[in-house]
Nanobody
Framework: QLQASGGGLVQAGASLRLSCAAS????????MGWLRQAGGKQREFVAG????????SYADSVTGRFTISRDNAKNTVYLQMNNLRPEDTAVYYC???????????????????WGQGTQVTVSS
C-alpha cells in the first residue's frame, strides 16, 4: 500500500515536499517513482529511484528543480520540489516497481503499484 501526502496550493517559485509511505511488502524490493497527471493530459514520469537509492532519473522538465530520495528504514520515498511553476500543477502519484534493479523505469506503464495521488497546484 502506498500513501502519498504533502500536496497543496502554492505560488510560483515556492517549494513543496511530497512523501509516500509504503507498507505491506519489503520496501527494498521495489524501485519507486513519482508520476503526475494534469487535467486532460496523460500521466507522465517525473522522477524515479531504484531500490537502493543509488540510481535516480528525472524528466527533463524537472531536472535541477526536483529531487527524489528514499529512506529505506522508514519505508518512505520523497520528492522535494523547488522553484515550482504553474505547469507543475497536477495530481502527483507515487508508484512502485517490483524489481531490484540498478536502473530506473521511466514508463508509467511499467509501475505495477500505485498510491492514491496528492494534488499540487501552483498559482502564477
Amino acid at each position: 500500500q502506498l500513501q502519498a501526502s504533502g500536496g497543496g496550493l502554492v505560488q510560483a517559485g515556492a517549494s513543496l515536499r511530497l512523501s509516500c509511505a509504503a507498507s505491506g511488502s519489503t520496501f527494498t524490493n521495489y524501485g519507486m517513482g513519482w508520476l503526475r497527471q494534469a487535467g486532460g493530459k496523460q500521466r507522465e514520469f517525473v522522477a524515479g529511484i531504484n531500490w537502493s537509492g543509488g540510481s535516480t532519473s528525472y524528466a527533463d522538465s524537472v531536472t535541477g528543480r526536483f529531487t527524489i530520495s528514499r529512506d529505506n528504514a522508514k519505508n518512505t520515498v520523497y520528492l522535494q520540489m523547488n522553484n515550482l511553476r504553474p505547469e507543475d500543477t497536477a495530481v502527483y502519484y507515487c508508484a512502485a516497481d517490483h524489481g531490484v534493479r540498478t536502473s530506473v523505469l521511466r514508463n508509467p506503464r511499467d509501475y505495477g503499484f500505485w498510491g492514491q495521488g496528492t494534488q499540487v497546484t501552483v498559482s502564477s
